[in-house]
């Protein structure tokens, strides 16, 4: 049986299952390797590293660091981000699998830097099978401090490189919006068509100076009056309120915010040609994959598009030239091409075809 990567594995869970039994479960669905668990009472860490491939390489992928309402909800998290590391990871010829930690945040935290060694000799005790990496609720200074106990971690300040990866990321959605373009409305450029961007954070601010760059109409949205205001500054965007922006005709929609907002309530009318952003698990179901195929919109799969920032941090861990990290990011155009192709002849959904071809590299 295969777990659809956006399924949540909440809905694979029975009722009288404990947390225990739901996590053999997911394993065993999810085909996951390795799951670690460690409890340290001195500085009040509690983490979970769950390692889901360690076929193409050595697995990869950030830690957060947040509040969450029960472990359940957090193994969950660490499991489900895991998988799609390893897809992600796959999908775009990486030399690693995918993996995840997750560090149940305390209420209060006395010494953040013992807590921080006390997960980075976690980390170090796996031997290199895990590489962490900044994530939600961490920071370039975190790794810089997990950097002095274990080699097993990338964007640190000592790399050399910038360490946000969201202009990577934000670089691979404008080459995913190109080629769908190129294959669904067959045009070679991106001038004068008209996207609407939903979230102008880290991603969505440097997506939308890109294709204003290429000469692209943007319509944006944000909750954050400030990220909005930077973007009608640099560049005269217009911009709707955050309910408006799925009843805005344009060529494309990308989500740059939130999971889960191509739902039964937005799919059925969003009047756009194609839809292509960075946001995680932006299907709420992969039946609205298939509504957007029968309605004639091309999905830009979520992993495989948002992948720019992984492949950047990888690089920064292999030590690999930037260029080449760079030139790895663009080809996310020849990768959803292989996709768009192969799901017009096959008749499926996008998403169904990335996944496939995910599985395919990892077992
Ligand atoms: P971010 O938090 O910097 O930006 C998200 C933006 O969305 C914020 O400005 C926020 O105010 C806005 N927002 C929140 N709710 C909204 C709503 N209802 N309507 C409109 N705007 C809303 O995050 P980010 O790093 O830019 O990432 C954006 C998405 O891309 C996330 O889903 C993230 O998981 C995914 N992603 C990011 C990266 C990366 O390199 N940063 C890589 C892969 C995937």
Known sequence: MHQSIIEPITTLRKKKHTALDSLFRYAEILRFGEFHVRFDPATGLRAIIAIHNLKRGPAIGGCRFIHYPSVDSAIEDSLRLAYMMSFKAAITNLAHGGAKAVLIKPKVIRDRRAYLEAYADFVHELGGRYITAMDSGTTLEDMD????????????????????????????????????????????????????????????YFLAKELHELGVRLTICD?????????????????????????????????????????????????????????????????????????????????????????????????????????????????????????????????????????????
């Not at 401090?145 to 300040?157: D, L």
């Not at 292509?276 to 709420?284: C, D």
């Not at 179901?285 to 919109?297: M, N, P, S």
């Open 223 to 363: 909750v954050n009056p400030l990220n909005v205001q930077r973007c009608v500054d640099a560049f005269g965007v217009s911009v709707v309120e955050p309910d408006e922006i799925y009843a805005v005709k344009a060529d494309v929609f990308a989500p740059c915010a939130l999971g889960a907002t191509l739902n039964r309530q937005t799919v059925a009318h969003l009047p756009v040609s194609i839809v292509a952003g960075s946001a995680n698990n932006q299907l709420a179901h992969h039946r609205y994959g298939e509504l957007l195929r029968e309605r004639g919109i091309l999905y830009a799969p979520d992993f495989v598009i948002n992948a720019g920032g992984l492949i950047y941090v990888a690089a920064i861990y292999d030590h690999a030239d930037v260029m080449i990290a760079t030139e790895q990011v663009g080809n996310i155009y020849g990768i959803l091409m292989e996709i768009f192709m192969r799901a017009q002849q096959q008749g499926l959904p996008t998403h169904a075809v990335a996944e496939h071809m995910a599985r395919e590299k990892l077992y």
């Open 145 to 204: 401090i997990i950097s002095t106990r274990t080699p097993y971690v990338t964007c640190t300040s000592r790399s050399g490189f910038a360490h946000d990866p969201s202009p990577h990321t934000a670089h691979g959605v404008r080459r995913g919006i190109e080629a769908a373009v190129r294959f669904h409305l067959n045009k070679n450029s991106l001038e004068g068509l008209h996207v609407t961007i939903q979230g102008v954070g880290h991603v969505g």
